[in-house]
């Protein structure tokens, strides 16, 4: 199971860290991924975190801006979030993939975690 948090409401230009606890698994033994979905919208990739090796994954909109990182004793993963302009608001979700050979694609994930918030005001 997972549970992201973190989201709420932020002014153009701020930061958000988002958090992804996991329950009844170790999330270094899968690939964790950031995703979000703004209304209308396909859900789409935004980060991932491939723990052998440290491998990192972003997607071009938010590189150099978003950043990806976990902690095996706490089991979770986070999403730093900065410089955020109103295209990034959407519901962003986490998602963990026990055989992920491509980060970047939604279907590659088996658990996802309920999604939260994150508004950008201009």
């Known amino acids: 199971q997972l549970q992201a948090s973190g989201g709420g409401l932020v002014q153009a230009g701020g930061s958000l860290r988002l958090s992804c606890a996991a329950s009844?698994?170790?999330?270094?033994?899968?690939?964790m991924g950031w995703f979000r979905q703004a209304p209308g919208q396909e859900r789409e990739f935004v980060a991932a975190i491939r723990w052998i090796g440290g491998i990192t994954y972003y997607a071009d909109s938010v590189k150099g801006r978003f950043t990806i990182s976990g902690d095996n004793g706490k089991n979770s993963v986070y999403l730093q979030l900065h410089s955020l302009k109103p295209e990034d608001t959407a519901v962003y979700y986490c998602?963990?993939?026990?055989?992920?050979?491509?980060?970047?694609?939604?279907?590659?994930?088996?658990?996802w975690g309920q999604g939260t918030q994150v508004t950008v005001s201009s």
């Open positions: 009844g698994r170790t999330v270094s033994t899968y690939v």
């Open positions: 998602a963990a993939g026990s055989s992920t050979w491509y980060p970047r694609v939604r279907n590659e994930y088996n658990y």
